[in-house]
């Protein structure tokens, strides 16, 4: 698809992240994977894209709650639910 107009690397750029998170829909999906196969520049930024992802997920797996917050946070939706039932 590379050899292809550029709004077909450029609808693939804008969609990226639909793809990396796996919502979109099957056939998209192919066309997709078919245009990343033939164009290095869309897999490079895919590249980059997925890298970042991983990244900020291995962060948010780091750091952990403080204990303090944590029951504050069960507090409160223990409140809300008492709010809710009552």
Do not use: F, W
């Not at 164009?39 to 894209?49: F, I, R, S, T």
């Not at 900020?56 to 069960?74: G, K, N, T, W």
């Amino acid at each position: 698809m590379h050899n292809q107009d550029h709004a077909d690397c450029s609808e693939v750029l804008h969609r990226i992240y639909e793809y990396l998170d796996g919502e979109m829909q099957p056939s998209d999906v192919a066309r997709v994977a078919q245009h990343l196969e033939a164009c290095g520049p869309c897999l490079d930024e895919h590249d980059l894209d997925r890298a970042v992802k991983a990244a900020v997920r291995r962060s948010e797996e780091q750091q952990a709650c403080p204990d303090q917050l944590r029951v504050q946070i069960m507090q409160r939706i223990t409140m809300v639910r008492l709010e809710l039932d009552g």
